[in-house]
């Protein structure tokens, strides 16, 4: 029976097994390899892979495998290989972050230094967490609903009742979420701490039978009205002993803390009960005492904290709602890469299921205003992608903003994105200020439900209006300062697109709207002689160096050589390694590193002379750079002298390609001088309008 091998699998297999991989890490088109012995690798064998554009063996047992736009997924699939994982040898660092590697490094900047605390917040974390796709789930079907009332199709404040029965049916779906969310915190909480699941959901589902609910209606149960939270307390006395009752649906922090203690009598019990009968014995003994001890003291100190702590945020949200609005959105980005917003997102949920809030919640308000600013960052960071033709960068941030402003998650953002890039988070704390400002001048916006903050749940929002505006406020401030400002440092992205073989097309290399040092400098060339772009005119671009001509297929990167980057032709240098300006112009990309150089000729061509093969693994090693990246240069001017020793010893290809990257406005472009050499200065190619 013949089997399908996915293109990940095969990569694996074809480069000899997690077992060879010494690192791994990927460019913006290529998968690169450090093996432990490159040479069991077929070439043939690796292109002919669906989805493998190209294979390019490299000195060192390195090994690259051209991918093209789709490579950080093709990445992420591998190294998510039952046989990756198990094998170790996914080492990622030479290159792109992973999400997981960002979110690592955040937490790791906290973490390890109390280990107990540390311990909390992932009990937190890992109990929380598989519930969010019920969760959003659940938040769409509330949003459904809201946007039917505010067209007047339902009225879903209506008595049971009183609403048809398909509304009530509706209303089933997303409750049985949210009043069961105990037994399901409390299930996962148990696998957390490594004890059976079921006996930590049978104890925490006894708080939620029809047996216990009917205590609060017995003859022996007493109940006093309390005026405060407009709400009766009710105390059923078993045996003689006073159990406070209280509705558990919906509660968080019950289980959390019931699960805690369960854990040390089940662990306990299975030290002291025989193996032979710990099956029946230990959930047994552990219901004996934890079913009332949780209903005597853990659900009443569980519904106390959570009441006791909303109140506190209620007070401040209801006596300083601009502060209280400010705060939220302020601290959640800091507070989310840690793990640490989880007590928040269970406060949300107290929030909800208490009296003494009116069911309401406002904190989720407030924390709307941190996830359209995040998502108004990426929308700024996918324009970006789109004008630095990063192929890679595109796929991440449009999967992210997807993500958010449909599901209103913000992780794909803030750890494939905003964590990688020290700019963006100024820009995005000012978007989340401004929104939070709005809501905190408006009184502030409450909530009725769980519900993540994407535009598919603004309607459970109210004031809906006043969040609305916040959001988008958040979002177009965040968006307008990254597309304004950039979210990459000018070295960081001059690298970025030297090491993608990109060129930027027209003066401006600093933001789309044309300004920084570099659409300055752009400013100072001639601007009324442009004849390249005169239809019919020829324009000769001379050779940047001295050496030998080899045609642009021979070029020794696949990436090149297919013309996927422009038209041109290669150079192998001889002697001292000296590169100049081709012609006048100004140069649009010149990273520290000194391995490439882009140049928009003052004649409308724009040029890029990528020194040497991969020679940007050598970190500016062996390249004495005379340009920095904006500057005007004239023909002849020296951009770079290399070390020819340094580069060779390194086992980099020295062939230069030299290419005229928007090839597309031509009507051709050819090398006037192929496998012949030539001198710095002489002509090399001809580019006809």
């Not at 067209?151 to 009043?179: C, E, H, Q, W």
């Not at 949920?349 to 709307?368: E, K, V, Y």
């Not at 192929?674 to 002509?683: F, L, R």
Request: a negative charge; aromatic letters at 8%.
């Amino acid at each position: 029976m013949a089997t399908t091998t996915s293109t990940p699998e095969a990569i694996l297999e074809a480069v000899g097994g997690a077992g060879n991989i010494i690192h791994l890490t990927h460019c913006a088109t290529r998968l690169r390899f450090e093996l432990n012995d490159a040479s069991i690798v077929d070439k043939a064998t690796v292109e002919a892979i669906p989805g493998v554009m190209g294979a390019v063996p490299q000195a060192g047992d390195r090994y690259q495998i051209v991918i093209g736009g789709a490579v950080a997924s093709v990445y992420e699939q591998i190294t998510n290989l039952p046989a990756m994982k198990a094998g170790g040898g996914s080492g990622s660092g030479g290159g792109a972050k992973t999400d997981a590697e960002v979110k690592a490094e955040a937490r790791a900047k906290t973490r390890g230094k109390n280990a107990l605390v540390d311990a909390f917040f992932e009990y937190l974390s890992d109990s929380f967490r598989p519930l969010l796709p019920v969760l959003l789930g659940a938040s769409l079907i509330i949003a459904g609903e809201a946007i039917c009332e505010a067209f007047g199709l339902i009225d879903t404040r209506a008595a049971n009742a009183d609403k048809p029965a398909a509304l009530l049916f509706v209303d089933a779906m997303f409750r049985s979420v949210f009043y069961f969310l105990p037994i399901m915190v409390a299930y996962n909480a148990s696998k957390k701490l490594k004890i059976d699941p079921w006996v930590g959901t049978a104890i925490m589902t006894a708080l939620l039978t029809p047996e216990f609910l009917d205590l609060s209606n017995h003859p022996s149960t007493t109940c006093v009205h309390n005026e405060t939270i407009n709400s009766d307390l009710c105390t059923a006395h078993i045996a003689g002993l006073p159990m406070q009752l209280n509705s558990y649906g919906g509660q968080v922090f019950v289980p959390l803390m019931m699960v805690a203690v369960l854990a040390l009598v089940y662990r306990g019990l299975t030290k002291i009960v025989p193996d032979n009968v710990q099956m029946v014995f230990v959930p047994f003994l552990s219901f004996c005492v934890m079913m009332p001890v949780t209903a005597f003291l853990i659900g009443p100190l569980g519904v106390w904290i959570g009441t006791g702590l909303g109140t506190a945020l209620f007070w401040l949200n209801s006596h300083a709602p601009i502060v209280f609005a400010i705060i939220i959105p302020m601290v959640y980005p800091f507070l989310v890469p840690l793990g640490l917003h989880w007590p928040l997102n269970a406060l949300m949920l107290a929030n909800i299921a208490s009296d003494s809030t009116g069911h309401t919640d406002f904190i989720q308000g407030p924390m709307g205003a941190w996830n359209f600013a995040c998502f108004g960052a990426t929308a700024a960071v996918l324009v970006w992608s789109f004008r630095d033709k990063d192929n890679e960068m595109r796929q991440t941030a449009t999967g992210a903003l997807f993500a958010g402003l449909l599901g209103g998650i913000s992780e794909p953002s803030l750890y494939g994105i905003h964590l990688r890039f020290k700019r963006i988070y100024p820009f995005m704390l000012v978007g989340c200020a401004v929104g939070g400002i709005i809501e905190g001048i408006g009184g502030g916006v409450k909530t009725g439900t769980f519900a993540f903050t994407s535009l598919l749940t603004i309607p459970v929002f109210s004031p809906m209006a006043l969040y609305a505006i916040a959001v988008a406020a958040a979002f177009g401030t965040a968006f307008f300062l990254i597309v304004t400002f950039g979210y990459r440092t000018k070295e960081e992205r001059a690298e970025a697109l030297a090491a993608a073989g990109v060129v930027e097309a027209g003066p401006a290399a600093d933001t789309p709207a044309g300004g920084g040092e570099s659409a300055s400098a752009a400013a100072e060339a001639p601007a009324e002689d442009k004849p390249a772009l005169v239809p019919g005119t020829v324009t000769e671009i001379t050779s940047p160096l001295a050496g030998n001509v080899v045609p642009l297929s021979e070029v020794p990167d696949p990436v090149f050589s297919s013309g996927a980057v422009g038209d041109g032709a290669g150079v192998t240098p001889t002697g001292e390694i000296v590169v100049t300006a081709p012609a006048d112009g100004t140069l649009a990309v010149a990273p520290a590193s000194g391995h490439a150089f882009g140049i928009n000729l003052d004649s409308g061509v724009e040029i890029l002379v990528h020194v040497g093969i991969d020679t940007v693994n050598l970190e500016g090693k062996g390249f004495d750079v005379k340009v920095t990246q904006g500057q005007r240069v004239k023909a002849g001017d020296v951009l770079v002298r290399v070390d020819r020793a340094v580069v060779e010893e390194a086992g980099y290809s020295l062939v230069t390609p030299v290419l005229v990257t928007n090839t597309a406005k031509f009507a051709s472009v050819e090398a006037i001088a192929t496998g012949g050499d030539v001198m710095s200065g002489d002509p090399l190619l001809r580019v006809t309008a």
